[in-house]
Every structure is written in C-alpha cells, then in structure tokens.
C-alpha cells in the first residue's frame, strides 16, 4: 500500500495496492498487455499461492516485477524483475520491502522529470482545520 501511495504521490502514476488473496475478485480483469504488477512474496505461509497468483498475472501479459526473500528465482519466466531481499522474519520482511517499493517510486519521478520532494497538491503540514 506504501508503494502504491508514493507512487501516486510523486510520479503521479495511478496504482492500486491489493493483497493477493483478493486478485480473482474483479483486480485480474483489470490485468492486460504491458500493465505493471510489482508483487511481494516474503511470507512463507502463502509464498505458493502468491507464485500462482504471479504466474496468473504474466500470462495475461503483466511487466511483473517481483520482489523476495529468493536469491535467485529457478522459473525466469514467472517475472521480468527479481529483486532480491535480504534473508528476514516473516515479520520483518515488510519493512524490506517498503523501501524498495519507495525506492521504485522515487526512480519513477525522477525518471519523468519530477522532483520528488516538492509533490504537487500535497500539504506536508496541516495548515486549516
């Protein structure tokens, strides 16, 4: 959800964060060629039904980035990205993962010219009550 937000905070790019227990209720039909999903599986207990989830989303054509605790992913073709995250808890493996999602947003403003530190519409402060 962090990424999402920063996402549209400072690159101005629509995203929407889902867990993916949630993909086959109406998110996969939102799925086509070239569509971005950065995926995150770090916690073990659903790591296999979130690798499923992966694969349904590729071959509808998704740009899959796929973020884990892997070092090396043995099925290439279940993404275009594998970024790999540092051996973690369960518990833990969020706070991970979040940097790098506000890393993605940062080198995506960037990459359009933006200047992340000065978000149009934003109000850092609460200035009206």
């Not at 905070?9 to 998110?27: N, Q």
């Not at 940097?99 to 080198?107: G, T």
């Given at each position: ?52 989830n992966i694969r349904e989303v590729k071959a509808r054509g998704a740009y899959v980035i796929l973020l884990s605790k892997d070092k090396d992913i043995t099925d290439k073709s279940i993404c275009d990205v594998h ?47």
């Open positions: 959800m962090e990424g999402a937000l920063k996402l549209k905070e400072i690159s101005y790019i629509h995203a929407e964060a889902y867990a993916a227990g949630e993909l086959k209720h109406g998110t996969i039909a939102l799925i086509s060629e070239g569509v971005p999903v950065i995926a995150v599986a770090t916690q073990s207990h659903v790591y296999s039904k979130v690798i499923s970024i790999s995250l540092p051996q973690a808890p369960d518990e833990f493996a969020i706070f991970e993962s979040v940097v790098i999602c506000q890393l993605i947003a940062y080198y995506t403003s960037t990459g359009k010219g933006l200047n992340p530190d000065q978000p149009r519409n934003l109000a850092k402060s609460v200035t009206v009550e």
